[in-house]
């Protein structure tokens, strides 16, 4: 049994815990072969599975190129044609008894009738984008229209999979919309941060009043916005929030942190750059997330939950929760219209506050959910290895399309696939 792995970049690299995660999986059912078209880890990477081999194309002689292509952020079909090489090389190293690929575009007509489990970590990936329009030679014009192009490709490619893995239930009913009829598969795993970790400890009194001083946030409760400056929804959130919100609630000390925030101090609002770590999450009172979109994991909620923290979010972060957490946490997520955020927050001050018992209760329940998570997956793919595509076995946990939802199998789908 043999299976041939082909990820976009290094799932070794420590940034990337969900690939490093689904790589985990795999090994753990039969041996693994990962294909990617980047360098070898470096030490500081995650370490490495029992039973798996890594086959890094940008080893050796063409750990050049790849770094040239990497720089060429303008010439992407060069780069493209790098990642089609890559799946070429793994495929040429058959048979496999599963492929499983993430987010690339792949030919699966070379693989017959063997399994394949479709990663795709999340519906408009932007090195999706890229590919999917590298290999039809379009050009960019227009996000929207881009959207609407990607979304039919991308159903294409999951629609020629035994198997679609997606994050969230928001995501596999997206993928639905856009015509996706493979069946679908969620597989939430731990956010970039170790979140049962950080939220157990808080420092000590003496830091945390020295932390409100440099906030000069005084008596007022401290509310938290924390993401990096490049994501263009974390950028007009927090416009939102410095014009809108924070000088309509002068009662609170608005706080946003992450890479890329120039550090300042403006009335009510504090912003800070990089920080090491959440730590200071551990002087906030409430969470503050008024995005007007959202995909993906919600991590920003996840550690604002972990470190006993209520949240005030906007529908559109809401929608894509996974329906256990919000069930988990009806009482600690609170939901404002982007027009009525200041408005909700000052009518919920009275339970805006942060709960450290709250926040141990949530790190279990997430433990949990991640075990059955990965468990889950595990037993879809050890239904799949070896099967040729004729059977598919799963948990009934994550399983996220329609019919699945109230507890059973998408065996309409399967029918409509006659099993691969």
């Excluded at 945390?208 to 509310?223: M, N, S, V």
Aim: glycine share 8%; hydrophobic share 40%; aromatic share 8%.
């Amino acid at each position: 049994m043999r299976i041939a792995a082909i990820y976009p970049y290094d799932p070794l690299e420590r940034s990337r815990i969900r690939s490093f995660r689904t790589l985990s999986v795999l090994a753990g059912s039969a041996p693994t072969t990962v294909f990617h078209p980047g360098a070898a880890s470096e030490a500081s990477g995650f370490p490495r599975p029992e039973g798996v081999t890594v086959r890094a194309m940008g080893d050796g002689h063409l750990a050049r190129i790849w770094r040239f292509t990497r720089a060429l952020a303008s010439q992407r079909s060069l780069s493209f044609a790098f990642y089609r090489s890559c799946l070429r090389h793994a495929l040429r190293s058959g048979p496999w008894d599963l492929v499983f690929v993430e987010r690339l575009p792949i030919d699966t007509s070379r693989l017959g009738d063997t399994p394949i489990v479709f990663d795709t970590v999340d519906r408009f990936h932007s090195q999706v984008s890229s590919l999917y329009h590298d290999a039809r030679g379009l050009r960019r014009i227009g996000y929207a229209h881009d959207m609407r192009t990607i979304a039919r490709e991308q159903a294409d490619y999951c629609n020629a999979a035994t198997l679609v893995l997606c994050t969230t239930e928001s995501e596999a009913q997206g993928l639905q919309m856009d015509g996706v009829t493979a069946p679908i598969q969620g597989f939430f795993h731990r956010s970039q941060t170790e979140t049962t970790e950080f939220g157990k400890s808080r420092p000590s009194g003496g830091d945390l009043a020295g932390t409100r001083e440099r906030l000069r946030a005084g008596r007022r409760k401290i509310a938290s916005f924390h993401g990096r400056a490049s994501y263009p929804a974390n950028i007009s959130a927090v416009r939102f929030a410095r014009e809108t919100i924070a000088p309509a609630c002068p009662q609170a000390t608005f706080l946003v942190f992450g890479d890329g925030w120039e550090e300042s101090i403006a009335g009510n609002l504090v912003t800070l750059g990089r920080q090491r770590d959440l730590s200071l999450l551990s002087v906030a009172d409430f969470g503050v997330f008024p995005l007007s979109t959202a995909v993906g994991i919600p991590n920003k909620v996840i550690e604002c939950l972990a470190c006993g923290l209520p949240v005030v979010v906007s529908p559109a972060l809401e929608a894509i929760l996974p329906r256990a957490l919000k069930a988990h946490c009806h009482d600690r997520i609170h939901v404002a219209r982007l027009e009525d955020f200041a408005t909700r927050i000052h009518a919920l001050d009275a339970v805006l506050v942060r709960n450290d018992e709250a926040g141990m209760r949530f790190r279990r329940f997430y433990d949990d959910m991640i075990a059955r998570s990965e468990n889950d997956l595990a037993v879809g793919i050890r239904g799949l290895v070896g099967a040729s595509g004729r059977r598919i076995s799963t948990g009934p946990h994550t399983i996220v399309s329609e019919t699945a939802l109230a507890g059973g199998l998408n065996t309409a789908a399967l029918a409509r696939k006659d099993l691969r």
